[in-house]
Nanobody, 118 residues
Framework: QVQVVESGGGLVQAGGSLRLSCVAS????????MGWYRQAPGKQRELVAT?????STNYADSVKGRFIISRDKNTVDLQMNSLKPEDTAVYYC??????????????WGQGTQVTVSS
């Protein structure tokens, strides 16, 4: 009943840009923070950027100054600039929401592959 769907991944050369988009849809009581996480082979999943319903943002140090997260209601975008090979990972959209007033939890998209060639 809740779907979180990412789009926009692909292959790009180092120094290039990509824009990821995510939409949370379905019936839910409230939608709180949304964000992006990524996981590269052999590494733990890490936070990339988050944004609250009020617009407060949080970025990983590794992407500050290069990535910009934005939000419009139930959509969240990630503009990725000056991409580096180390940005290569599967990027996952996260939506913290409550289907009812009492059961808030995280919902995840299926992930979208971002590959940055050196």
């Amino acid at each position: 009943q809740v779907q979180v769907v990412e789009s926009g991944g692909g292959l790009v050369q180092a120094g290039g840009s990509l824009r990821l988009s995510c939409v949370a849809s379905g019936n839910f009581f409230s939608l709180n923070a949304m964000g992006w996480y990524r996981q590269a082979p052999g590494k733990q999943r890490e936070l990339v950027a988050t944004i609250t319903s009020s617009g407060s943002t949080n970025y990983a140090d590794s992407v500050k100054g290069r990535f910009i997260i934005s939000r419009d209601k139930n959509t969240v975008d990630l503009q990725m600039n000056s991409l580096k090979p180390e940005d290569t990972a599967v990027y996952y959209c996260n939506a913290n929401l409550a289907r009812t007033s009492w059961n808030r939890r995280d919902y995840w998209g299926q992930g979208t592959q971002v590959t940055v060639s050196s």
